[in-house]
């Protein structure tokens, strides 16, 4: 089984269809969505189509909810609280009828997934080191967890001894009685300093979490935004991957 995971799309319409050419190419079984499909960019309704194709299984981020009224805008900063405003007045009842029906959760036999921390998923607290990850750990009941929030793709690990540690590597190989926090990056919009949509495989067979990187037309999605009416530092970010 191969699943295809992918978080914070942000109705970057330009990142998303890169990505989902890339996994064209890598045999996907399943895709899984770790939520914030809306939020700072300029194609909302386009994300959410794309999405919904891929028939993942998606959980919901903080825009995703505060762009249909499920989660308050005290949360976020004056430019996201403007996107999220800007996004709630672009949806049709149908797409703000599909961001309110996602769960915060989501698990089956191989993995569970949440946009935060699996403590209190309803306050989309940030995962941002070890010193944060151990109540998700507790709660974790299978050895995998895929997260994303931050926009930063990395992987603590818990071990036997159930110290915690952080792997920043691309390629991870799966230990019996470790268990993972994986955080598989942003598709549209990646804050680790590299610009190229950030995206995961993991294969169920071969016991490997990959993260890739994969390049787009940032300068396109920018302009959307700009075009939009959207606070402009949203598109410049794109470019710096921060
Ligand atoms: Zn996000």
Redo the contacts with the bound molecule.
Sequence with gaps: MRYGIF??V?SNLEALEAVIKAYARASIDKYLCV??IV?YGANPGECIAKVSLLQSATVA???DWASVDLFSLDYFNPRAAKAVIWTKGKLNKQEADFLKSLELTFKNDDLTLVHGTLDDPALFNYLTGIQFASPTFELLNSALCFV??T?VPGVFIQDKARRIHYFSGLTLELKKNNKYIVNVG?VG?PRDGNPAASYCIYDTDKKTVCIKRIDYDFKLAGKKIIAAGLPGLLAERLAVGR
């Design positions: 978080s914070d942000h939520g914030d939020g981020g903080n825009h994303g929030h926009h942003s919009q």
